[in-house]
């Protein structure tokens, strides 16, 4: 039987209805913020689609952006991505070792030259010509060097390969840098965060292969459907924040009724990400759900930038003071708010109604 | 980064996104009505809490039709009450809503068997009647001997 040459062929081979597309559709759509109407477009789009050539490069990192990637779904829609490419080379998920591997990272790169997609995870290493990160007998360096050369486009997922992470923090012994560093040739999206939510990079990639092009990004080269507000913006405490009504500490009165976490440290302010909408583990919880502050985990330099239970307004001789007297300014406007829900609890009490 | 006006700005409320819901599906009624077009609005969005979202399904109330389908997990669609207004909700990992949308429109899409299935389909039955054939002939012959 000859090999199914598109999407469409091989999800029908693999007993997929047109239906699954239009669901995965109107699933992407929603989660990459494209207009709605579109989802009948893209599910003829991924029909008609080959399957997208993927090499997976792993460099400094902990493998917890291929977990998350490859643990948090299953077998259901969210996994479709799974259909849609072919993952021609990852150390840690393919069956094969050694020179065998190898010569699958190169057969994928001479027989999509030009078309296939390089997805990163982990910081590069760069000191003393790049001797602090080698596989099969070449530099981190070198390898990213080759294979970007022929690629269609990278893809940083997680901080370290979007950022520096983890690796770049002081004092950054192994002179680690981020993709956008090094390859300045070819268009660089970056899903950061420690790890990415994986439907953000499951979104990404499916949006690359529809459309054929670059999401809209935003300064830091991340989908702007994706980073485009921060955890604040849409974190279900908010109101306890406009009302100035913050927990002190993890367990006092304030904490037990889910007040706002940002004098705990909360980073929700100044972090673009879309943990508070698309949450985790299948969209179970989030940090600030589970009772924790946000880390900043999507943000340059997240790790140096002070003890992750300052709050904000604490100088910490990073530029995020500047945020943080912002921040304060927002906690005025939230204490007014405080004074008035007090008075018209006071006046509705008054009356007999129920504040 | 943000400024002091975006951090201190608070959303707009729930209530308000829900009466702006409805006008835009009264809007896209209308144009369905007139010409033809159809309209879709993604729920998940918008800044809505579930008892938002409850409201909204109470607003819009339940009509003559609805259906349950099982692809890559279960999905439910109804009409509401007005006719040509259907809630189209997907569930993916652990029931939980993958895409949540209100179509305008007279069928949805996802309703219709798709050209390719049909295709496939076709084809399939013919392979499943030629095979129910030919083992039917062998018990007739295998009876005969």
Redesign the interface.
């Known amino acids: 039987m000859a090999e199914p040459e598109t999407i469409?062929e091989l999800l029908?081979e693999r007993g997929?209805?047109?239906?699954?597309l239009?669901?995965?559709a109107?699933?992407l759509?929603?989660l990459m913020?494209l207009p709605?109407?579109q989802?009948?477009a893209i599910a003829d789009a991924l029909?008609a689609a080959r399957r997208q050539s993927v090499i997976w490069l792993s460099f400094q990192e902990c493998t917890g952006c291929t977990e998350s990637l490859t643990r948090s779904?299953?077998p259901?829609?969210?996994n479709?991505i799974f259909n849609l490419i072919s993952l021609d080379y990852h150390e840690t998920l393919q069956a094969v070792s050694g020179e065998a591997a190898e010569q699958a990272r190169r057969s994928a790169m001479r027989d999509n030259k030009g078309k296939y997609i390089v997805v990163v995870d982990g910081s590069v290493p760069t000191r003393d010509g790049g001797v602090y990160g080698t596989v099969a007998g070449q530099s981190m360096l070198q390898i990213l060097n080759d294979t970007a050369a022929g690629a269609k486009a990278l893809i940083a997922v997680g901080t370290c390969a979007a950022f520096g992470g983890i690796p770049h923090a002081q004092p950054d012994p192994t002179g680690a840098v981020p993709l956008t560093s090094l390859i300045k040739d070819k268009p660089i999206i970056n899903i950061s965060g420690c790890p990415p939510i994986p439907e953000a990079m499951a979104g990404t990639i499916a949006y690359l292969i529809t459309f054929g092009r670059l999401p809209d990004l935003d300064h830091l080269n991340r989908p702007k459907s994706l980073f485009g507000n921060?955890i604040?913006?849409?974190c279900?405490r908010?109101?306890f924040y406009?009302k100035g009504l913050f927990a002190k500490s993890f367990d006092d009165e304030g904490a037990r009724r889910g007040w706002c976490l940002y004098e705990l440290g909360c980073k929700g302010?100044?972090t673009y990400n879309s943990c508070a909408?698309l949450k985790w583990n299948?969209?179970?919880s989030f940090p600030i759900q589970s009772g924790h502050g946000c880390l900043g985990c999507s943000e340059p330099n997240f790790w140096d930038k002070g003890g992750f239970y300052h709050p904000l307004s604490t100088p910490t001789g990073h530029p995020?003071a500047?945020?943080g007297?912002?921040?304060v300014?927002?906690i005025?406007?939230?204490a007014v708010s405080a004074l008035l829900a007090r008075r018209a609890k006071r006046e509705a009490t008054s009356t007999g109604e129920k504040p | 980064m943000p400024d002091a006006d975006s951090i201190g700005s608070a959303p707009p409320s729930g209530a308000a996104v829900v009466s702006g819901v409805l006008r835009e599906v009264a809007e896209r009624l209308e144009a369905l009505a007139e010409r033809g077009e159809c309209g879709v609005i993604d729920l998940k969005s918008l800044p809505l809490s579930d008892s938002h979202l409850q409201q909204l399904r109470e607003r819009l109330g339940r009509g003559e039709v609805s259906a349950q389908l099982e692809i890559l997990g279960p999905s439910e669609i109804w009409e509401t009450r007005y006719p040509g207004v259907w809630w189209v909700r997907h569930l993916g990992v652990t029931d939980l809503v993958a895409a949540e949308r209100i179509e305008i429109t007279r069928v949805p899409d996802i309703l219709s068997a798709a050209l390719p299935d049909v295709v496939t389909a076709a084809q399939s039955l013919n392979d499943d009647l030629a095979l129910y054939a030919t083992t039917r002939r062998e018990r007739t012959d295998h009876g005969r001997t």
């Not at chain 1, 997929?16 to 699954?20: N, P």
Request: hydrophobic share 35%; aromatic share 10%.
């Open positions: 469409g029908s997929i209805s047109r239906r699954g239009l669901k995965y109107a699933y759509a929603s913020a709605p109407w989802s009948n029909a779904f299953s259901t829609l969210e479709l921060t604040h913006d849409r279900y908010r109101s406009d302010p100044v909408t299948g969209g179970v995020t500047a945020v007297a912002a921040a300014a927002g005025g406007v939230g």
